[in-house]
């Protein structure tokens, strides 16, 4: 029962999902915004689990004797959560609390903020280790992607046009790698979508067969 | 990691076949953080995707209905809300009446910011706004492409209440507003999931609605395929950003941004030639 | 402010005052004509369209109309009751649906030209005009949308395709896959962890169980706990999501049992960090900088934090084998790890990993669905190139029946 019961689920929505792209008619058009707003409470409810089990594994960490980074690390992240936890709650002004002005909105602008634009950052730096690494001509198809990322690289920056200004009209670096990103880049970009989408599809046909019942826990 | 096969000692090539990355990221640092303290001033080509985004959007009549969807956070933010900056300026100087939402919890707290900078714009400054005649901030509703499908047929239901709290029935210029059908216009900010592409899935293509997207560089190459039909303009990333700033007449941080951008480009192909340099001096010693 | 204050002081009381006021106005725009009102199509009801041709003075003529109002009565045998407002239209529009009618009510609209009028004051004034009624009009659902009948039938051929080859395969016949390196490397990958005594990290994606790549990456976290129970190896799925925390425990129970070593696991193998994107990405750097893990799995949804993710296990030298279907990611998670499933083969895992004839059955159905778009868009080439179609849609009166684009538009 513990697997039958939830495919028997997955096949009764999916259907459902499917007949209303094609029958607007109520009920059947309505529904998938129910389903879907019984997926947003059942996963209201479920950050409940995460947080309380964040928390258990952070205090755990920070309680244990083994006497590590981690326990400090642990701490940081529980005295944070009660942190932000109260004063989003009891302290901003119930439900005004994104109000720009409250100590919510304050911790938001001056932590949250910096925290979360310095590791979106840290991106420019991977980006160029790992350019470096891996754009290398080891083989034919490597030395094209090699020659189309100097052009891109060069031609999204303004240098590209400062270093080909005296070049005619539309073979200007910009414009060539406008080019590249319009024609090949998008032809690739278009195969590999009409891949993922026919992928998505019968992915889901599985699922709503119960054909694939491995996120179950089972084989 | 294989470890080379060869018994020389690791000579120069060696060494530059595997440079550590910190340097690189000193470098980057560099070229990224010196430029902000001078004055530099390039010209940027614009690219026919964000001259379509700002012909699309001076196309809109004066004074008309436009949806601004602010889906990103602040992590996105260094790219995208020059974008919003200057979009907001060109609402501003076109008197649009604006209503803003997000599908990211922060978007309209981003849009706040945003919308509070084009403001200050001196050329602005005698611009009076009323709060809930020109322009209402919906906030932010869950349900990510759901949302976009209930806007579909019901936008106060879908908003029962705006940013501050206040029922949208208590506010004058959401009182014609039913629908995504009664928008003249839609500019989307977007930094992934959900973004540009469920708005151009369940409301571009579904409603007719006419919009344009600023996304983060990472994404854009996901989205160019849409340009043309679904998407009446694109710009990605921070290049794209400038590029509007200077189409749209309203220069700001993205145009400033660019001269690190051209910097680092540079010094990461240097890095890439001499990688390419070291790879083929070694083998060739291999193979000698 | 001052002026319409000044016209709402002076109108009440001195009716004198607004032929004064009338004189001084440019004439009104003229109204808008041809105004029909129909149930809107494609719907589940509750809507009806109107339409009208626009005023000749809407962008030509005098050029003074800013806007349309639509307003709307309801009709009945004694005359239509009284005219409300339901909506406007900027001017250039010549459509407008109202969505708050009530399926089998008799509507009656008149769309209402307004016009911006300079006053005394200085504020300008609104000014009107008004259409002729339309007829009458309900609104009622469809049961079928007439415009996603191509898409019907491509569904049909589609699943019908993957239906008939997995009954194909459940009756026996063989069924050849190519091989996907990435999910090879599996076994090789757990190993070298027990062999160096160091962790595997798992990472099921950044989304929740809405996504299909979370169901796959999760699927194939079956196949790695599996492994992973057999050769002794130590394992960790830290998530980013509360409902993948409880699915993935579920899983990696199962895996452990199915492996014979049930005791070998526990609920701390799959623990929750945050929804937060970066937060996320920085709790899972801070992690592979400390435990060193041998071996990293991405298998899932990700997005900007995928190459932040990448890089960093890069940095240690761990074996990283990344799986996504999301294109733009695709380039980080090549450059920086040793195993890449592109796309599909993130979906096909699932079937490859079990060589379950029914799961390779629907990958055979794909295929056929990926010919049959092949042969689409080589008939489109050669079409376009000789200039017998158009794919663009906007352009129906020049190319008639001709255009084939919009075969393919699905509304």
Known sequence: MRREIPTAIAFFVGIICIIQFFIPHRPFGTLVDVFSDWFGIVAAFAIWLGALNLLKVSLERSLSKKKTHDRWYGLVVAASFFLIFIIGMFMSGGDQFQVPGSRFDYLYVNIYTPLSSTMFALLAFFVASASYRAFRARSWEATLLLIAAFFVMLGRAPVGDQLTGFMPEGYRLSEVANWIMTYPQVAGQRAIMIGIALGVASASLRLILGLERSYLGGE | ?288 | MLASAAIAQTAPGDSSAIPALTIAQPPPPNPATNVKAEDAPNDGGGSIRVTWAASPDDGAGRKNVASYNILRAVSSPTGAGAFDTVGSATAGNTEFTDGHTEDGIPYIYIVEALSSVPSPGGTPVMVSVRSEPTGVAYSNGQWFHMRRLNALIMVIIVCGAILYFIQQASSGKELFIRKIAGLDAVDEAVGRATEMGRKIFYIPGTQDMDEVQTLAGITILGRVAKVAAEYEASLEVPVSRSLVMVTCREVVKEAYLNAGRPEAYNDSMVYYLTDDQFGYAAGIDGLVMRDKPSTLFFMGAFYAESLILAETGNSIGAIQIAGTAMPAQLPFFVAACDYTLIGEELFAASAYLSKEPKLLGSLKGQDLGKAIILLAILVGIVMTSFGAISMDTSDLDKLGNYNIGQWFEVQ
Not at chain 2, 4 to 33: H, Q
Not at chain 2, 46 to 74: C, I, R, T
Not at chain 2, 146 to 168: E, W
Not at chain 2, 251 to 273: D, E, L, N, T, Y
């Open chain 2, 1 to 288: 990691m294989a470890e080379n096969p060869t018994e020389m000692k690791p000579g120069l090539f060696d060494r530059l076949m595997r440079i550590d990355r910190r340097v690189i990221f000193i470098f980057i640092s560099v070229a990224l953080i010196v430029p902000l303290f001078f004055n530099i001033s390039q010209r940027i080509q614009v690219s026919p995707e964000v001259q379509m985004l700002n012909d699309a959007m001076n196309k809109v009549p004066d004074g008309g209905l436009v949806l601004f969807a602010m889906d990103y956070d602040p992590p996105s933010a260094p790219e995208l809300q020059p974008m919003a900056v200057a979009a907001f300026k060109v609402a501003l100087a076109k008197k649009f009446k604006m209503v803003i939402i997000g599908l990211w919890p922060q978007g309209p707290m981003q849009a706040n910011m945003a919308f509070e900078t084009a403001t200050h714009d001196p050329r602005f400054k005698d611009v009076k706004l009323t709060y809930g005649v020109d322009y209402v901030n919906l906030g932010f509703q869950s349900g990510n492409e759901a949302v976009i499908q209930k806007m579909g047929s019901d936008i106060p239901t879908t908003f029962p209440r705006d940013y501050a709290g206040t029922p949208v029935d208590q506010l004058p210029l959401m009182k014609g507003i039913k629908n995504l059908g009664n928008f003249d216009f839609m500019v989307n900010i977007s930094a992934g999931y959900p973004g540009t592409r469920e708005w151009v899935q369940f409301g571009a293509d579904r409603f007719g609605l006419k919009m344009v997207s600023g996304s983060t560089a990472v994404q854009t190459t996901e989205m160019s395929p849409y340009v043309g039909k679904q998407l009446l303009g694109l710009m990605g990333g921070m290049r794209g950003a400038a590029e509007f700033e200077q189409v749209s007449g309203y220069p700001g941080r993205a145009i400033k941004f660019m001269v690190g951008q051209s910097v680092a480009h540079v010094i990461v192909i240097v890095f890439i030639v001499i990688g390419n340099i070291a790879y083929f001096a070694t083998r060739k010693r291999k193979g000698a």
